[in-house]
Every structure is written in C-alpha cells, then in structure tokens.
C-alpha cells in the first residue's frame, strides 16, 4: 500500500515552483517521506561531485548536544533533517540545487558566531536566515535588467500584467527560501518573498533546468562572497508571491492585481 505523503506537492504540482521541482528531481520515485535517506539517494543521483553538499542525517539519530544547527552543519558536514517534514525536506532540496551557495550562508553564519557569539544575533546572520527562509531569486536575461528596477518600485501591474508575456522568458524566478516552499503548499493572499536579482546570459531559457541552477549557484556564490550584501540594512526587495505569473492559479486576470493590500505601493518617505 502507497504512502500519500506528497498529496499536497501533487496539487500543487502545475504552479511553477512545484513543476520546477519535479522536473528536478523525480520524487514519484518515493512511496514515503524521502527524509534524510531519500535526500542522500538524490544527492548521489543527482550530483557530479557529491563532496559539494553534506550528508543529510536524521535528527533523532544525532546525539543531543549543546551545538548549533549551523555549527553542525559546519563542523561535521551534516544537515540534520527532522521526518516527515516538509520544511525541511525542501531545505535538502534547495541544498542539492544550490550547494555552494548554501554553504557559503553557513560559512557567513559560522564567521560572526565565532566573532561575535551566538547571541544577540549580528544583522548579518539574521539577513541570511532571512535569505534562507524567504529568499527568491530573480535572473533577468541581459538587456531586461528594467524589470528588476521596476520591481524594486514596485511597479506591480507593469511588471506582472503589462510585462507578463516575459516571465520565464527573459525573467527566471526561483523560490530559495525554503519556508516559502512549504507555505505555497497551501498559497494564502499575503504570502511574500525577499528577492534578490542576478544579471544571466541571453539565451538562458533555452538551457536545461539543471543547467540553469548551476548558473545561479555559481553567480549567487560570487554575488555574495564578492560583497557585503548581507551586512547591509535592508538587502533585499518585497515581492508578492502570488505575483509571479504561474505561482497562483488565481492571478491570470488584470484585477487580481487591484489588491492593494497585497500589492502593495512604495511607500514615500516625507521629509520635514
């Protein structure tokens, strides 16, 4: 008898960060949760050089200790994963899509723990496990780098109506913070990522979707070691989820845009 652990994925298989996914990685293959085993298999299946990502181990066969998640992680090249969760199952998942970038956010992370302690946490450390939670990365194709600056004024109804034509064409959206996964799983007006832009060749919608991730990896890791981007205040840009053309079933007409809640204005600072 099958599990149906992966109803919701399976509903949610036709929006675009779901179908990304699948198309990635052959989770059918699972009759249950994948958890850390199934996670090893896919990194081993997957992953030219499987040294590039840790292991996945189960958290309740790792030894209660007084070390932090991102110190054991750094320490031991271990991603402890609790079962039968769906977040962290898509925290594997983006680690087999974006190995070195997400080493390199645990290297940042271990950096100021050893500088500055566990605790307060450093401005730093909290832009990354915002990143790492609510991350989505936006790659525009050379010569459409417009739309980012629209979006980073939030010009929504240019962007995703006047423009929609262009997404997954010359604008590639990738959901990398693994809380906003397993929220789409169950989508809610109000579901908001933190993006960040990346400038890519012409031509990268013709690549192969694990082409394409290797990319971003490769540019995310040197966009984020070459700079202080997540020392800095306010890193990254608002994005409504539900937006992007192809995560919502309910967003292909002109009026699910009106929604000024949810799409909301730049707000204009009044200066006295």
Known sequence: MTSNWNAPLVAQQTTLPFAQLTGLFNLEQFTQWPNALGLNQL???ILADSLICPDFVCQSQLIESDEYYEQTIYQHKRVPTRADSWHDLFNGL????????KALLNQQHIE????YGLNPRTLRRNNLTHFDECGVILAVEEGFEFLL????????????VVHRALWSEKIHSVVFGHANLEMLLHPFIGLTGKWLGLTVDSGFSQLPCNQQ?????????RQISQSNLFGQKKPLFPIPLLGIPGYYRENKQDA???NTDYFRPKSVLLVK
């Open 256 to 258: 699910f845009y009106q």
């Open 213 to 221: 991730r290797s990319v971003l990896d490769d540019k995310l890791f």
């Open 149 to 160: 600056e629209a979006l980073s004024q939030h010009q929504w109804h240019s962007v995703f």
């Open 112 to 115: 100021d723990i050893n500088q």
């Open 43 to 45: 990194k081993n299946q």
């Open 94 to 101: 983006i680690w087999l899509q974006f190995p070195k970038t």
